[in-house]
């Protein structure tokens, strides 16, 4: 271990570097000494001034130093191959979700953010990055990147509302007023508590002597209980604000000085040797990628591409709350978990579209296209995404009704049948009515980033867009939906609805919010991949369990009934609805779908069209040729489970 003292890194020719300099907490060798990890913690001074810095809202209002800069600091976690030689010279820069790191798990098929997998990354040479920006995670979460935020100085405006939304998988007398577990912004003064039953209800106000706010005055107490599966709104006004966006300018300068350094001072030991940048961000962190690139911070301090590519995973149509006052970062939205936050805003398309609401034309890389700095960009959806995120609102018109145009550098893949997140055998139920998803769809993500290297380092241009379209009759309203009458199967119909918000005059500009609970004016359309005969979507990628199918997969599910609000979606789940064995099970059950007996002679049979699916998934390069026999496998496995188990795991 190094312990290192406060180092001041500056840039040659930079005037105001923002990244000031860094605490070395460790380096040492790592997989036989062929890499090297470097922790510690970095520190930044942020110009107000600066027009770079404009976009960082309340940034104006913040506490300076003796420079005239706001001060925040930051973990960092890299791991750079050791020999230069042996580096592809591309930085792998995972946005952190909520403190953690998980890209190993998704490219290395690592099992915790302690093992490196396979290693597949680090053969091919990127240097990984990762770097806190999240002020809420709380400290108490030793594993967790921690970002430290500038504070607004004394006698700053600090008006505005905040709101706590709370849905309980269980009654209880409590009500945490943070997202999950992340901080809550503390509380000056209570407002009101208000409750619904549904998404579409209007919320009803609880009297105030039902509930106190506790002592340690980030939670509620109800004594009469909170009911499970109701929709809770706590409206209070915040105190103690942070200045929110500069987690986005601490990673925009981060990077920039791995990119462009120069000459430095007290970096103790060599830097990575990189030339480019590639920003990968799973859910939270996909949409934190899409505001980093919308709100104008692909562009650094002297007006440098930052990101060369950027890879926003099941982000669906969201941006969210991380750079406005108050922000809670942690909100996402679901159709039934943080429903009324500002996450799926207009523009959702990387061209220009109009809002035919309010006549409004923007898109999400206009900034970077006046800057010059428009990155190459990947946006990968599952089924889960169409339903529970909105994803069909990234490549349709804002009125629904026809398919929009891509910018040239833009790639939207489509993975039909997976959900949120990787999911293997066995089939489990998990908070949810049906059996989760069993899908992994990693082998096709680790091919996809062999792509975006390859189209950003040396131009090759990667597979054409594959996504459910308008025009090809792969895309669809609820009412017009095929989906097959499975017995004992109910199909959703209170999908995730990108509602247009009102949160007061002074949101949209200066980012402060007067109205809570929001007014909702309107809605933006709601469509979902068509399906076919096996209820499996329409016009997307499909690994090998997908396209010689087992079973109907989807990208929803339901709450348990014992989380209460049982019609309504679960968040992340999708389902695995087996196909009937035999013909004479499917005609006794009256399951329209086929059998198993009546689609594959047998195992062998079934795995020779398994194989035929992972080859042209290869030909496409949608899969890497060393994947192979893993995809086949693991469509091995769901023969084994469903077409002989004699049993279903709970």
């Known amino acids: 271990m190094v312990r290192g003292y406060l180092c001041v890194l500056l840039c040659a020719g930079t005037a105001a570097a923002a990244l000031r300099g860094v605490e070395i907490a460790e380096r040492a060798p790592v997989l036989g000494g062929a890499y090297e990890r470097i922790t510690g913690r970095a520190h930044f001074g942020l110009n107000p001034k600066l027009a770079a ?20 600091a930051a973990d ?33 098929f690592a099992r915790g953010a302690a093992e490196f997998g396979d290693r597949w990354v680090m053969q091919q040479g990127f240097t990984l990055v990762w770097l806190a920006w999240e ?42 007023l943070g997202d999950r577990a992340q ?43 909170f009911d499970a599966g109701m929709l809770y709104e706590f409206v209070y006004q915040g105190k103690d604000p942070v200045v929110v966006g500069a987690g986005l300018a601490a990673v925009r300068d981060f990077i920039s000085f791995l990119k462009y350094g120069g000459e430095a001072t007290g970096w103790n030991g060599p830097r990575p040797a990189v030339k480019r940048a590639l920003g990968f961000g799973i859910s939270q962190s996909g949409r934190w990628l899409r505001e980093f690139v919308y709100d104008g ?29 108050y922000a809670q970062p942690s909100r996402d939205g679901w159709p039934y978990l943080n429903v009324f936050y500002p996450t799926d805003v207009f523009p959702f398309t990387d061209t220009d579209e109009t809002d035919p609401a309010t006549g409004r034309t923007a898109g999400l890389l206009d900034r970077a296209r006046a800057a010059r700095t428009q990155p190459k960009m990947f946006l990968t959806n599952g089924s889960s995404e169409y339903w529970g995120r909105g994803a069909a609102l990234i490549h349709v018109t804002a ?6 145009p891509l910018a040239p550098d833009t790639r939207i893949y489509f993975l039909a049948g997976v959900q949120h997140g990787p999911r293997s055998l066995p089939m489990v139920e998990q908070g949810t009515r049906y059996p989760t998803g069993v899908v992994d769809q990693r082998p096709v993500e680790r091919a996809l980033l062999a792509d975006l290297e390859a189209w950003v380092k040396d131009g090759a241009a990667p597979p054409d867009s594959v996504y459910p379209r308008i025009a090809g009759g792969q895309l669809t309203d609820l009412a017009h939906l095929k989906f097959p009458a499975i017995p004992g199967v109910a199909v959703p119909r209170h999908p ?56 109907t997969l989807t990208g929803w599910n339901f709450r348990a009934p014992e989380r209460g609000a049982p019609e309504e979606l679960a968040e992340y789940s999708g389902s695995t609805f087996p196909l009937a064995k035999t013909k004479q099970a499917r005609e006794a059950a009256h399951d329209p779908r086929r059998s198993i007996a009546g689609r594959y002679a ?49």
């Open 76 to 108: 960092f976690y890299i791991l750079r191959p050791t020999d230069p030689a042996k580096s592809n010279g591309t930085v792998l820069f995972e946005v952190s979700n909520r403190g953690g790191r998980g890209m190993l798990g998704r490219f290395n």
């Open 496 to 551: 995730r609805v990108a509602r247009r918000l009102d949160f007061g005059p002074e949101f949209p500009t200066p980012g402060v919010i007067l109205q809570e609970p929001p007014k909702v004016t309107g809605a933006f359309p709601v469509l979902v991949p068509q399906v076919d005969a096996n209820g499996i979507d329409l016009g997307g990628v499909r690994l090998p369990e997908v396209a010689v199918p087992l079973a």
């Open 183 to 225: 901080v809550a912004i503390p509380v000056r003064k209570p407002i009101a508590l208000y409750v619904r039953s549904g998404t579409e209800e209007a919320p009803r106000r609880i009297s105030a002597d039902r509930y106190r706010l506790r002592a340690d005055g980030r939670s509620l107490e109800m004594p009469g209980g």
């Open 399 to 404: 009125d629904g009704r026809r398919d929009a």
């Open 53 to 72: 810095n404009r976009i960082v809202r309340d940034l104006d209002l913040a506490q300076l130093d003796a420079a005239g800069e706001a001060e925040c």
């Open 135 to 176: 002020w809420d995670v709380p400290a108490s979460n030793a594993r967790a990147l921690q970002f430290t935020a500038p504070r607004y100085r004394a006698g700053a405006p600090t008006d505005g509302l905040v709101r706590s939304e709370f849905t309980a998988d269980k009654s209880g007398t409590i009500m945490p």
């Open 602 to 650: 047998g195992r062998d049979d079934y795995l020779k069209r398994v194989r035929a699916a992972a080859d042209d998934l290869i030909r496409h390069r949608f899969l890497l040729p060393q994947d192979r026999e893993l995809a086949i496998q693991s469509a091995a496995q769901l023969w084994d489970a469903l077409a002989e188990a004699k049993h279903r795991q709970k």
């Open 297 to 325: 911070f692909n562009a650094d301090e002297r007006g440098r591409q930052v990101f060369d590519g950027i890879w926003a995973d099941v982000a669906g149509a969201g941006r969210g709350s991380f750079n406005f006052r």
